[in-house]
């Protein structure tokens, strides 16, 4: 049990980012709470779209996510 997931109203998966739903799998992609590189490689993962996750990478080196932004509600607030 190490993968979080949020549902909609409608049971259907949601980008914990942005709150909209997947639709198709293609765009999906899974984030390291904690980097692999940082030790997160057993930690939680949680699964968004491939642009909101190029977001959170764009916007946040791996130490600040370490340190910092390691929960969906620190992410949220980027
Ligand atoms: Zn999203
Ligand atoms: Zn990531």
């Not at 997931?5 to 997947?22: A, Q, V």
């Not at 949680?46 to 764009?58: F, Q, W």
């Amino acid at each position: 049990m190490s993968k979080m997931s949020i549902m909609s109203k409608s049971d259907e998966p949601c980008c914990p980012l942005c709150g909209r739903p997947f639709g198709t799998a293609r765009n999906i992609s899974r984030h390291h709470l904690i980097p692999m590189s940082k030790g997160g490689k057993k930690g939680l993962t949680v699964d968004m779209h491939n642009i909101c996750h190029r977001k959170i990478h764009a916007t946040l080196t791996n130490r600040e996510l370490k340190l910092n932004y390691f929960t969906i509600e620190k992410l949220q607030q980027l």
